[in-house]
């Protein structure tokens, strides 16, 4: 079985975790205190990032790296594209959710609010929460710029942009940093995602110290 060294809301290792049980890989999931920088998990990861996975026989780091891996060694379900152009738009919008949303939004909102407190570094910083709840108003409507012309964020099938969207998106929604208000599409993209079976062990997630809103784990919310 496969063993996932990860953190309850690290959206990085949601990602993963969404693509590996829709792609029905078994897996045991072992929470890391990544920031220990313990020996043991050093040998793992040397740059002591979450997630980490061992499968076959491998340990594999990085996300983005992880999932390419699961996607051309467990192909079905597919989460990329068969053409060029689409599994292109799939790595820009990956990208686009882990490195420009999560530099503008989740290292404002989550880091700030939880990781801090969870790591001992002390307060959020309130400059850098302002900063985050302006930034994520502007991805939303980009969500739903997206949805207007698309069946899901890519094109017209599911894929592993809709999962890298889906996995900031449901760590901001376990502390209420998301107005899904704002647009009808993106809340109804969102509820749709979230109910697939994939999505039934992060709903499930329970961080000590901090209790999700009551729609969190609502499939109707």
Known sequence: MARLYHVPLSPFCRKVRLSLAEKRIEVELVEERYWEKEADFL???????VPVIRLDGKLMAESAA?????????PDPSLMPSDPEG??????????????????VTSKLLYERVNKKVTGQGYPDSGNVKAGARAIKYH??????????????AGDQ???????????????????????????????????IKSR?????????????????????????
């Open 43 to 49: 040998r793992r990861n040397p740059a002591a990032k």
């Open 158 to 192: 599911m894929t592993l942009a809709d999962f890298a969207a889906a996995a900031h998106l449901s760590s901001l929604d376990y502390i209420s940093d998301v107005d899904w208000n704002r647009s009808a599409v993106v809340k109804d993209w969102y509820a749709k």
């Open 66 to 74: 992880i999932c390419e891996y699961l996607e051309e060694t467990r």
């Open 197 to 221: 079976p994939a999505f039934r062990s992060i709903l499930a997630d329970q961080i000590p110290g901090f209790s999700p809103p009551a729609h969190y784990a609502d499939l109707d919310f």
């Open 140 to 153: 939303l409507d980009y969500l739903a710029w997206l949805l207007d012309h698309r069946r899901w964020l």
């Open 87 to 104: 599994r292109y738009e799939v790595r820009r919008l990956v990208s686009w959710f882990d490195d420009k949303f999560h530099h503008e």
